[in-house]
């Protein structure tokens, strides 16, 4: 689940610049300088730039917080730069949690906010969630997706603790209502998770990896392999849970060689590239 969150925290970085809240982050400035800082962190070849300048959105938008406390979209912002923050660049697992903690706090407010059948989503059975799931439409796959990537992220943080680990399902049929509404959303990133989703379970305890492997091929399909996260968890969950050392060093080759340079994708590209090093080079050791 790190991985998926890693793979997906600078395009939410990139999201927030656009969201209507963030209006207030740039009052002053045009929406096509918006838009373009936004690609211009995403087309960035060095990530450790992009992890400098982070931390002082972050302060702008605590204080932005204190003075807008009932603003939903910008509570939404406010989650995904810290949920971002958290999946990219803290290691540190005790600030990474506290990181979540805040991500998916304002997640749960702004989406409050935004429809009141999700309130207090977090403590609800299972069947008032998917209740509440259901009623809404392919408009609301935004907030959808925003509070599932929150969530999470903040799963993932406190994935030593069981109380957190049974809220899985409720994650999981958030993705599932988004696959439902808008497949494509986000170039197919919730492929992406519920190819992990579907590799958390061996096969001999009832898991069913083929099924993740048709997410992560599905993700590859619809981002045209622009996004190399798709093979790199693709190799990590699916081929290494199969024991699948050709695949996998096929896959890691690909993402290796190919050209990392894409409007959009460069950043997540080159951190794609760095992490499937890493996997090639831990491979003997798990093969």
Request: glycine fraction near 4%; charged fraction near 20%.
């Amino acid at each position: 689940m790190n991985c998926v969150r890693t793979s997906l925290a600078l395009l939410l970085v990139a999201a927030t610049l656009l969201l209507p809240g963030c209006q207030l982050l740039v009052s002053r400035i045009s929406n096509d300088l918006a838009e373009n800082l936004s690609v211009a962190i995403l087309s960035n070849e060095d990530p450790r730039i992009v992890e400098d300048g982070i931390p002082a959105y972050l302060i702008l938008i605590d204080a932005l917080m204190l003075q807008n406390q009932t603003n939903a979209d910008l509570m939404l912002v406010a989650s995904q730069l810290n949920g971002s923050y958290a999946a990219a660049f803290v290691s540190d697992l005790e600030r990474r949690k506290a990181f979540t903690i805040k991500a998916r706090e304002f997640a749960f407010a702004g989406a409050c906010l935004k429809e009141k059948t999700l309130c207090e989503i977090g403590s609800l059975p299972f069947e008032d969630v998917q209740l509440a799931v259901e009623s809404l439409d392919v408009h609301d796959v935004p907030l959808l997706y925003g509070l599932a990537s929150a969530w999470a992220g903040w799963l993932e943080a406190h994935s030593d603790d069981m109380k957190a680990i049974v809220q899985l399902p409720k994650v999981r049929l958030l993705i599932e209502r988004i696959l439902e509404l808008d497949e494509t959303y986000d170039n197919g990133a919730p492929h992406m998770y519920m190819g992990v989703f579907e590799s958390l379970t061996p096969p001999s305890l009832g898991g069913r990896p083929e099924v993740a492997r048709k997410h992560f091929l599905k993700a590859i399909e619809i981002s045209e392999s622009r996004n190399l996260f798709a093979k790199v968890l693709y190799a990590q969950n699916y081929a290494r849970m199969m024991y699948d050392r050709e695949l996998h060093d096929a896959l890691l080759d690909e993402v290796i060689e190919a050209d990392p340079k894409l409007p959009g994708y460069t950043l997540q590209n080159v951190i794609a590239q760095q992490m499937a090093q890493e996997l090639k080079s831990s491979a003997d050791e798990y093969f």
